[in-house]
């Protein structure tokens, strides 16, 4: 027999040293890659480095399941859609502590680290805000120390990757596997079948049984991804599953002749995981949509149920040991799937199964907006998932029952807290279906949860008035302050020691140097290196020249009509106008930058990017503003393009309608970042005022509760824009075409819109919105109270860190000891 030493083979994963380091990466660039050093492009070399990365997490990982599984510990299950990660490289060697000698090592070999860093591809598996949450929450489980595993869609096109051609956003498909993943696992031997359509039986013999015989069935394979926590004390799991058909070529089809024929279940099975949806509302409808939820959904829940009968063989136990945390409803089709495997699968009794369901699954909500909140036609959902619909129909019988009679439920409360919506259409509401599944709803921020209570929940909050609790969103300070932010991270640490990074509410520490002059100017230069960083970026990528020394006034997220783009754009062209008559003021010189990606089917959205690039083209060439205000905008804003961004600014928009954006989480990374905020009061911008301190933001506009009255009763846009002489000029301006000659009614009809209707209440937040930014340009002017203020919002910020969302997270919903 062979004796194998265990260490004969096995590089030393433990040393820190750059040359151990750089012997590993030619080793894998040699053995794994198959390319030789004198050949090999940087391309190869990202690759290689990879490779020794994930290598140096394998031990770490495997000893945190282990040690999950001896402590009987309890899981938590994080289920999303969305999952926008971004790069990981930078990541994973700043958690394991390997930055300087990883940077050493590779420069030993002729490689730059930040340049073979900036080639990995940007895995945008997610569209915004939701995506990027359930990516940051992934990296602060792993950091408090949460057993934990995301579980999504490994979508082969990510976000459609966004090209502006004459202003206009044009979508291309988005390929971040084109050069493979390196970072995952392809683990075959985890696989489920999961069915669609068909019928269900019924057998009656002792309780009755029912048994689902789909009319198709695809095979979930699952890719695993190590996501490292700070300084790897914790590593977990990121589960993605791809589908894949059950019999890839039918051969009796290929062998009669049908070569075409015998595809067609390969290419049902494929298009399952080949696009994320590019909207983030729901639209209405699309049976594929319907079939990712329940793909992935189903999958992942049958993982989870094997995992827990493996190691305890009963479920009695299932809420303390397993928890699953819904990311919106686009999973909430779970509730229903849970019970279908207790019940029909496990053999378990309808109302236990039913107790420990809702004692497992806990639902987040992340918007108000009526048209989000997603519903499907009842003849869909019960084609697709028959069994399914009628254990939703057995949940709204005994809901209604004990609504009515042990609550006392009117007839209209009773149409409103049903799972099924019968005012037009039948449909399946699956906001309602994860309410009444969960023992936890919980909302992203405080004002965002008030309104829950008060709006779409309200009837289902009456009846369980302890289900509903605020989480407040946050980030992750590795990605968005020491990664993104190496400058001042070195400042930081230079003043109060390290220390802040293993616990950022130490940034308090700074407080005391924000008077500091020394300090200011050192704070101030950090910003400036960013600031020449970004510049070079729009110089290289959009040919346009703009000075690190104006003021950087940055917008950047989803365009959508409530987080009113429009409004900053119209504010724009009126200070373009008021420069136009008075260059002899002193004005501030800013540069206004946007980026966003606009859903491809939500036509003023789309209308809107081409409004800001036909008013940067006039502004850029106009020589009396020359020097004074620039407008860019910069496209494919994706997670790296932000991580550019975000330390480069010095004044970050977050002008939402109030009572319409459920938290933001793009308005914590500027704040962390010593940019000032101009907001409303809406989402966690609420927050961030009580944390930094009403001196330190600038606020304006209607709040939520103003909204809603003036909603209620009667908004006259009208008599509004013609009170306002600045508006009316500047909506004159873009509806005759003075942006658009080449077709002057481009933006007719956006303009009257917001004259006869106004939804998003531009209009009643107009001068509010100029005289806070003319209150911004008086700040600017005194740089020791701007750098003031910008320090004290770095020193504050340190509570919007996601490790203090997971640890309530733990403390209040998933019940797990840290
Ligand atoms: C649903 C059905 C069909 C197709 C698409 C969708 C869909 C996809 C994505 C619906 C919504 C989304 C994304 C929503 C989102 O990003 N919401 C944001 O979540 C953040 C994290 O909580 C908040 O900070 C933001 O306020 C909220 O807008």
């Known amino acids: 027999m062979i004796n194998i030493s265990e260490t004969a083979h096995k590089p030393n994963l433990q040393s820190t040293e750059p040359d151990v380091l750089a012997a590993e990466i030619i080793d894998r660039l040699t053995y794994s890659v198959g390319k030789d050093r004198s050949v090999a492009n940087n391309n190869d070399w990202l690759q290689a480095t990879i490779l020794v990365t994930r290598d140096r997490t394998i031990d770490q990982w495997m000893e945190s399941t282990r040690e999950t599984y001896r402590t009987e510990g309890k899981r938590v299950y994080y289920l999303s859609l969305e999952f926008l990660i971004g790069r990981l490289m930078r990541d994973a060697v700043t958690n394991l502590g390997l930055m300087d000698p990883m940077r050493e090592a590779l420069k030993s070999l002729g490689v730059e680290f930040d340049v073979i860093a900036e080639m990995e591809a940007d895995a945008a598996l997610g569209n915004g805000g939701l995506g990027r949450l359930a990516a940051c929450f992934m990296e602060s489980m792993a950091t408090v ?86 300084k790897a004390e914790r590593i977990n799991t990121l589960r993605l599953w791809n589908a894949e058909p059950v019999d890839p070529i039918r051969l009796d089809a290929f062998n009669r002749g049908d070569h075409i024929g015998s595809l067609h279940q390969s290419n049902r099975a494929d298009a399952l995981t080949r696009v994320l949806y590019p909207a983030d509302t729901s639209e209405a409808g699309q049976a594929l949509r319907l079939r990712q939820e329940y793909f992935f959904s189903s999958a992942s829940l049958q993982d989870i149920l094997r995992r827990h009968h493996q190691q305890y063989e009963t479920f009695d136990n299932l809420p303390e040991k397993v928890a699953v945390q819904l990311n919106d409803t686009h999973p909430a089709v779970c509730v229903a799937e849970l019970m279908r495997l207790l019940v029909d699968i496990y053999g378990l009794e309808f109302g236990k199964a039913w107790e420990l369901t809702t004692g497992t699954i806990a639902y987040t909500n ?237 036509h003023n959205a789309k209308l809107i990017i081409k409004l800001a690039n036909d008013v940067a083209r006039v502004i850029n060439a106009d020589p009396t503003v020359r020097d004074i205000l620039k407008v860019v905008f910069i496209p494919n804003y994706n997670v790296s393009l932000a991580e550019m961004l975000v330390p480069a600014a010095d004044l970050s928009e977050q002008i939402s309608t109030a009572g319409m954006e459920a938290s933001g989480t793009g308005n914590m990374k500027f704040a962390l970042n010593g940019a000032l905020t101009i907001g409303t009061l809406d989402g966690a911008n609420v927050e961030i005022r009580e944390q930094v301190g009403e001196d330190n933001i600038v606020i304006f506009g209607l709040t939520a509760e103003e909204v809603a009255e003036k909603r209620a009763n009667g908004y006259d846009p009208r008599e509004l824009i013609a009170g306002s002489p600045e508006l009316s000029q500047a909506l004159r301006a873009i509806a005759s075409g003075v942006f658009s000659p080449d077709d002057p009614h481009r933006y007719r009809d956006l303009v009257e819109g917001l004259y006869s209707h106004d939804w998003f209440m531009v209009a009643a937040d107009f001068d509010s919105f100029s005289e806070a930014q003319r209150e911004v340009d008086a700040l600017w002017n005194d740089p020791s109270v701007w750098r003031n203020k910008t320090i004290l919002n770095t020193a504050r910020m340190g509570w919007f860190s996601s490790d203090r969302t997971i640890r309530e997270y733990s403390r209040d919903i998933w019940n797990v000891p840290l």
Not at 159 to 171: A, M, T, V
Not at 419 to 431: A, F, N, T, W
Not at 510 to 538: G, H
């Open 145 to 230: 120390g949460v057993p934990a595993f995301g579980y999504g869609i490994r979508y082969r096109h990510g976000l459609f990757s966004q090209r502006i051609k004459d202003g206009w956003q044009q979508e291309y498909p988005e390929t971040w596997l084109e050069h493979g993943n390196r970072w995952e696992f392809d683990r075959r031997e985890s696989a489920y079948e999961v069915g669609f359509g068909g019928s269900v039986s019924f057998e009656e013999n002792g309780e009755g049984k029912y048994t689902w015989h789909p009319a198709e069935r695809v095979i979930a394979t699952a890719y695993d991804t190590p996501i490292v926590g700070w």
């Open 366 to 602: 992340h918007t108000l907006l009526p048209e989000a909140l997603e519903s499907w036609p009842v003849p869909l959902f019960e084609g697709m998932l028959p069994r399914n619909m009628q254990i939703i129909y057995e949940i709204n019988a005994r809901l209604l029952k004990s609504a009515r009679n042990e609550h006392g439920a009117s007839d209209d409360a009773i149409r409103e807290i049903s799972l099924i919506d019968e005012s037009g259409e039948r449909r399946v509401r699956m906001g309602n279906l994860a309410f009444v599944g969960a023992h936890s709803i919980n909302g992203v921020s405080e004002l965002h949860t008030d309104l829950m209570k008060q709006t779409v929940f309200r009837n289902l909050h009456e009846m369980f008035p302890d289900r509903i609790n605020a989480k407040t969103n946050g980030i992750t300070p590795r990605r968005w302050l020491t990664q993104c932010n190496p400058g001042l991270t070195s400042l930081i640490s230079d003043t109060i020691g390290r220390e802040f990074q293993d616990d950022i509410t130490l940034l308090k520490e700074l407080e005391p140097y924000a008077d500091d002059a020394a300090f200011q100017e050192k704070f101030a230069a950090a910003k400036r290196e960013n600031k020449v960083a970004l510049s070079n970026l729009v110089r290289e990528r959009m040919g346009l020249s703009i000075s690190p020394d104006t003021m950087f006034d940055i917008q950047i997220k989803r365009i959508h009509e409530y987080k009113r783009q429009l409004l900053n754009i119209i504010e724009a062209v009126s200070l373009f106008d008021q420069i136009r008559s008075h260059p002899e003021k002193d004005w501030v010189p800013r540069v206004k930058i946007f980026a966003g990606k606009a859903a491809p089917t939500y």
